[in-house]
């Protein structure tokens, strides 16, 4: 089955990339995630509408990526979560909350799949996270974690 990627699937392509994959792969996994469209003539201009988002996210060298790790080490990171008396939270940061919180501090939108926490944040306290900008360039921040 030929299938036009609409997002970044590991081991298989990014956005944009015309894959061949098995019937059932591409039936029962990748299009009813929206992960790809089925691929015809008529759907080259979708692939260079996709590619033109792609390329505007993206990350455009390592000068620019060591350029954001700048401004991402400078930012105050603050989060605020419903806490218990003795500072565990109830639930825990994610991933989706670090890059929520990253662009409400004035920072650059990053992924949440480019946040990378070592292990849970469970609770109130400051914490490292990590936030990968290209594969050579990861820039780490600390995240304040207050109780709400």
Same mark, same amino acid.
């Given at each position: ?5 609409? =997002? =970044? ?8 990339d015309i894959v061949e994959v098995k019937d059932g ?6 299009? #009813? /995630?929206?992960? $790809?469209?089925?691929?015809? /003539?008529? %759907? ?6 996709? +590619?033109?988002?792609?390329?505007a996210r993206t990350v455009r060298d390592n000068s620019? *990526?060591? !350029?954001? /790790?700048?401004?991402? !080490?400078?930012? +105050?990171?603050?989060? +605020?979560? /419903? $806490? %218990?008396? !003795?500072?565990?939270?109830?639930? =825990?940061? &994610? @991933? @989706?909350?670090? @890059?929520?919180?990253?662009?409400? *501090?004035?920072? #650059?939108?990053? %992924?949440?799949? *480019?946040?990378?926490? *070592?292990? #849970? ?12 900008? &290209?594969? %050579?360039? &990861?820039a780490h921040l600390p995240v304040k974690v207050v109780?709400?």
């Amino acid at each position: 089955m030929k299938l036009i990627l609409t =997002a =970044a699937v590991d081991h298989l392509g990014i956005a944009g990339d015309i894959v061949e994959v098995k019937d059932g792969y591409g039936r029962n996994y990748l299009l #009813p /995630r929206g992960y $790809a469209i089925r691929w015809t /003539r008529g %759907a080259e201009k979708q692939i260079e509408g996709i +590619s033109r988002a792609r390329e505007a996210r993206t990350v455009r060298d390592n000068s620019h *990526a060591l !350029e954001l /790790r700048g401004q991402l !080490e400078d930012l +105050s990171v603050e989060l +605020s979560a /419903r $806490a %218990a008396g !003795e500072g565990r939270l109830f639930g =825990a940061i &994610t @991933a @989706a909350d670090v @890059a929520a919180a990253i662009k409400k *501090a004035g920072g #650059p939108a990053v %992924a949440k799949r *480019a946040v990378q926490i *070592a292990k #849970p944040i469970k609770t109130v306290g400051e914490h490292k996270v990590g936030v990968k900008l &290209t594969e %050579a360039v &990861t820039a780490h921040l600390p995240v304040k974690v207050v109780a709400a």
